[in-house]
């Protein structure tokens, strides 16, 4: 497997709103939370192939609100790769939790959480319905919830 690096990107260089958009839907509901995130970007050697956005919800809770991969490393474990650096992250600064939270319609992503340690905890009814000027499509269906996923970190 390709040679990694993580680098946190400094808080005056370019936010990469074209990594950050393949999970969101708009450039607008990123700005609503990457400003008070620290952003994670990792690099194969040539390019930047994925992004994770870690917010402070406590001092025992981070949250990831944002996490992609480039299509076309997809499918190859970088996600999980990602995980287990926001877990790390998450021991170092002593926070007890990681969250995240995802589409009711993304069936996906919530059996990739799962698979990554992470169960279901909360509901936000009507998140997408609320948060988002349009109606957002999912595998087919409205996106209405959001599922609260959490992780508990062990010593």
């Known amino acids: 497997m390709e040679n990694f690096t993580f680098k946190i990107v400094n808080p005056d260089s370019e936010i ?8 969101d839907e708009t450039r607008e509901a990123i700005d609503q939370y990457i400003f008070n995130c620290e ?24 949250e990831i609100k944002n996490v992609a991969v480039i299509e076309s490393y997809r499918s190859k474990g970088i ?5 287990d650096k926001a877990k790390e992250i998450a021991k170092e600064n002593q926070y007890k939790t990681l969250t995240v939270g995802t589409s009711d319609t993304g069936f996906q992503q919530i059996r990739f959480y799962e698979k ?4 279901k905890n909360g509901i936000l009814k009507n998140f997408f319905i609320e948060n988002y000027p349009v109606p957002i499509y999912e595998n087919g269906l409205q996106m209405r919830d959001m599922v609260i996923l959490s ?3 062990t010593e």
Request: no cysteine; net charge negative; glycine share 6%.
């Open 16 to 23: 990469p709103y074209h990594l950050l958009l393949l999970a």
């Open 79 to 83: 996600g999980s790769i990602l995980m």
């Open 39 to 62: 952003i994670y970007l990792l690099h194969d050697g040539i390019e930047n192939i994925a992004v994770m956005a870690l917010y402070k919800n406590s001092d025992t809770e981070l």
């Open 151 to 153: 992780h508990h970190l």
């Open 116 to 119: 990554n340690g992470f169960i």
